[in-house]
């Protein structure tokens, strides 16, 4: 059976379009107070990871997508560059749902954090290497890498456009 190629429009990123897949975190002053704007983490389930993860060109096509079920996950990049992330909200089961799936283009001067379960494809871009912070648990791609092949689930594969 063939696998269709969806195309997804890539949106800007807005904490309130974003919302239901986590939070977007802008700079601001130091000296700021802690409020529920700063990044609301889930990490206590073992010991956090904060590196810089050099991804290698992913183009704009995915047909897999992945969640975490123990914690949350913050990614930004490196020397102001844009990229584009594929997500879906928690939900029970194996699968999101195929409709939910949004795309959204993330620029170089934020950074994003996915709730528990949240489920994502990318980091996605065309440059040959971006640099990228991330901050998860040491052994999230271990043991908290829940992934579903949406082509042999759905038959289904996605481009982002913009």
């Not at 969806?6 to 700021?32: I, N, Y």
């Not at 914690?71 to 020397?79: A, F, H, R």
Request: proline fraction near 6%; hydrophobic fraction near 35%.
């Amino acid at each position: 059976m063939e696998t269709t190629l969806q195309q997804l429009t890539a949106q800007p990123l807005t904490a309130e379009l974003f919302r239901p897949f986590g939070q977007v975190l802008r700079p601001q002053w130091d000296g700021k107070s802690y409020d529920s704007e700063e990044a609301q983490l889930k990490l206590d389930g073992g010991i956090p990871r904060f590196y810089i993860m050099q991804l290698e060109r992913k183009g704009r096509r995915f047909d897999q997508i992945t969640r975490h079920l123990a914690c949350t996950q913050c990614l930004g990049s490196l020397e102001g560059k844009e990229w584009l992330m594929a997500v879906a909200p928690a939900c029970e089961g194996s699968a999101p749902d195929p409709e939910q799936i949004r795309a959204f283009k993330i620029p170089g001067d934020c950074f994003i954090k996915l709730e528990v379960g949240t489920w994502h494809a990318g980091p996605l871009f065309e440059t040959d290497v971006i640099n990228f912070y991330n901050l998860e648990l040491s052994d999230t791609n271990i043991v908290d890498h829940d992934t579903c092949n949406l082509s042999q689930t759905y038959r289904m594969s996605f481009e982002i456009v913009e």
